[in-house]
């Protein structure tokens, strides 16, 4: 059976675009391919977060996976702080990156712009970190959103470099998966970029029905079209991009058609679409909530998931150090 592997960083609840752009994968794929999806609690620590908020953010996310349906008995669930091989093998494939390349990465850049007074090694070194969470397990597909792409031609890099510097075929390069056939990027509400933390415009699956109405019914949009069957603006795509993912067929068609005959309101398109956002999470938040209060039953889960991804990595481990010349 294939392997898989996917991490999401603990830096606050999970929103709609982990939902599409990951985890809605990661339920499918559990049933196919021998899972291993993880918290990436060291990938958090390039933004300094506060000791007493480390153990409760990896509890918070736990809980957001099985929620989403993500299950512990078909997929390995485990944090990566639980994983030390996982250092290891960043170590040995850090000695064979250069600075050249870390440096050009867009997110180190975007990072480096974000946080001047903290550009640190951590920063740099994150697609290392990242190659070897995919690597340790030998995974061959990783379901991510479209923002990882060049994370995952590092990891592709780097399993490459390995494979030649060494003569071996230790590792698969791993392929960037989704449940549609192309990358997903799940835009922001405010009409700009992507749906993301620290742009603050997210919908989170935990939000409540009137926040959620709220923020769909403050969505950018224009003065609508007046041409027939013209191209969208970006603003009135990403609405329509909603609408292709939580709204029925037929709501995507009426809407459609409103827009190319230019008969379109904007606000009985807003009121649909927090409904159908509502309809959505209602049910997830349920199950958050009640997984929540349940910490035995995260830290048990936690505790299964480490054991059996160590297994695993200690296998990949073993080869790497015999194969570079360690004892
Ligand atoms: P992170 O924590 O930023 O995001 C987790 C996952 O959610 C996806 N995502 C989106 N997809 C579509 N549209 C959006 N607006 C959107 N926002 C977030 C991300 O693409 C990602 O799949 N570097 C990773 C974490 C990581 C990882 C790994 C992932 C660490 N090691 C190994 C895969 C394999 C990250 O920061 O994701």
Not at 6 to 34: C, D, W
Not at 127 to 145: E, F, N, Q, S, Y
Not at 292 to 313: C, M, P, V
Request: net charge negative; aromatic share 10%.
């Amino acid at each position: 059976m294939e392997t898989v592997v996917s991490g999401i960083r603990p830096t606050g609840n999970l929103h709609l675009g982990n939902y599409f752009g990951a985890i809605k994968s990661f339920v499918q794929m559990q049933n196919e391919y021998n899972c291993y999806f993880f918290i990436a609690d060291w990938h958090s620590l390039t933004t300094r977060p506060k000791p007493e908020s480390i153990v409760n953010s990896a509890r918070t996310i736990l809980a957001e996976y099985l929620a989403c349906g993500i299950d512990p008995e078909k997929a390995t669930i485990y944090i990566q702080s639980d994983v030390k091989e996982v250092l290891e093998l960043y170590l040995y494939l850090n000695m064979n990156a250069y600075l050249g390349e870390l440096e050009r990465t867009t997110t180190f850049k975007e990072k480096a712009r974000q946080q001047p007074d903290n550009v640190n090694a951590g920063l740099l070194t994150y697609p290392t970190l990242m190659a070897a969470d995919i690597l340790i397990h030998r995974a061959v597909k990783v379901p991510v959103g479209k923002d990882q792409e060049q994370n995952m031609e590092m990891a592709r890099k780097f399993a490459r470099r390995f494979n030649n510097m060494y003569e071996v075929e230790l590792f698969p390069e791993p392929a960037s998966f989704s449940f549609t056939d192309k990358a997903i990027k799940i835009p922001g509400l405010d009409g700009s970029g992507k749906m993301g933390k620290s742009d603050g415009n997210c919908i989170y699956l935990y939000e409540d029905e009137k926040s959620i109405r709220k923020k769909v019914m403050k969505a950018v949009t224009d003065a609508g079209p007046t041409v027939p069957n013209s191209e969208k603006p970006e603003v009135i795509q990403n609405l329509f991009t909603f609408l292709d993912i939580v709204s029925s067929k037929d709501t995507y068609n009426y809407f459609e058609e409103k827009w190319n005959d230019c008969s379109i309101r904007y606000g009985d398109l807003k009121k649909q679409l927090a409904e159908d956002i509502v309809t959505f999470t209602n049910p997830i938040r349920e199950r958050i909530e009640e997984y929540t209060n349940n910490t035995e039953l995260l830290d048990k889960i936690a505790l299964q998931g480490a054991e059996k991804a160590r297994e695993s990595a200690v296998k990949t481990i073993q080869e790497v150090r015999r194969i570079i010349g360690f004892k």
